[in-house]
């Protein structure tokens, strides 16, 4: 069964919805006046390096990790309108949809999700 618009229509609102959120945080935290992505600098806050390079380490990857995100919703809204919206990119089976409402973004069924995290992310190294 297709998706409906009605529930088309409930993600594209929660998608635009964070992304609006996250947009606004990029600003916030790390988008710099002239518009690139840039990482504040924890030079007044301390004078040990160490300290220093750590904490930006920390920003730069909650940054990369916020824009890899937005990647993810830009291309779930691009996704919304074509037929491959909630079909399951390993599978072809049809995403549950409290899975959808749950996480719009998803792009696999609950059952190749974790074969996937499986193959992936398994805990104290890759495996083949
Ligand atoms: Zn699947």
Redesign the pocket.
Known sequence: MPLSPDLRNTLRDKLLQRRAQMVADLQDESVSEEGTLAVRSHREETDDDAVIEAMDAVEIAATARDASELAAIDRALQRLDTAEFGI?I????E?ETARLLAEPTVL??A??QQRYEHQHFTPGGARL
């Open positions: 399951c390993d599978c072809g089976a995403i696999r069924c059952t190749c």
